[in-house]
C-alpha cells in the first residue's frame, strides 16, 4: 500500500469530472487501498479519488470512532435524499477551514462495493454528509463553492499563501 499525494484547493484538477469504473479489477482494489489508507493517514473521515488526481469514481469513507469500518462506494448514485440539516464541513483540499454547508439529513445511495457486487446502503448524521461531500468531489464540487464569493474568495488568497509560505 502506498499513501498518495492530495491535491489542495484552488488545483484545477479539483474540477475534473470523475468517470465510472467500467470494471472493478485488481488496479481499482490496489486504488481503494492506498485511497484508504491516505485517508487514514491524513486523518479523515472520507476521500474522494478525484482528490488524489484519479478521476475515477471511486469514494472511500469511514466515519467511526474506532477507524475499522471502511466503506467503499464505487459508481455511487444517490436514489433519495431527504431533509435539510447544517454540519459543519471540513475538506482534506481546504486545510483549516471550517463551515456549515446544508446538506440532506437522510440519503439512500447505491453503489459498488470493493467485490463489484451492486449494494444500497441508507445515511444520516456524519455518514450522509460525508458521502455528499464525497460525490461532490467526483462532480469537480469542492465544499467552498457553496459559500458566497467573498468567502471563496478569502480562502483562495488563504490557501495560495499557505502554498508559498510552504513551498
Ligand atoms: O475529513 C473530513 N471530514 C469531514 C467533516 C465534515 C464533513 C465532511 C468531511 S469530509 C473530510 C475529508 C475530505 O476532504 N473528504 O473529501
Ligand atoms: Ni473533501
Do not use: W
Not at 32 to 44: F, R, S, V
Not at 94 to 120: C, M, N, W
Not at 126 to 146: N, P, R, S, T
Request: net charge negative; with cysteine.
Amino acid at each position: 500500500m502506498s499513501r498518495l499525494h492530495i491535491l489542495r484547493y484552488p488545483d484545477p484538477r479539483l474540477h475534473k469530472i470523475a468517470a465510472p469504473v467500467e470494471e472493478v479489477n485488481e488496479s481499482i482494489r490496489t486504488l481503494i487501498a492506498d485511497m484508504a489508507e491516505t485517508m487514514y493517514a491524513a486523518p479523515g473521515v472520507g476521500l474522494a479519488a478525484t482528490q488524489v488526481n484519479v478521476h475515477k469514481q471511486v469514494v472511500v469513507i469511514d466515519a467511526s470512532e474506532t477507524r475499522d469500518k471502511l466503506v467503499t462506494l464505487i459508481n455511487p448514485e444517490l436514489v433519495a435524499a431527504t431533509g435539510v440539516a447544517d454540519c459543519e464541513e471540513g475538506c482534506l483540499s481546504v486545510p483549516g477551514i471550517y463551515e456549515k454547508i446544508a446538506r440532506a439529513e437522510h440519503i439512500v445511495v447505491r453503489a459498488l462495493g470493493p467485490d463489484g457486487q451492486s449494494f444500497t446502503m441508507e445515511a444520516e448524521g456524519l455518514v450522509a454528509v460525508c458521502i455528499q461531500h464525497e460525490m461532490d468531489h467526483l462532480k469537480g464540487l469542492v465544499f467552498v463553492e457553496y459559500l458566497s464569493r467573498l468567502k471563496q474568495t478569502r480562502i483562495r488568497a488563504k490557501m495560495l499563501k499557505q502554498q508559498r509560505q510552504s513551498a
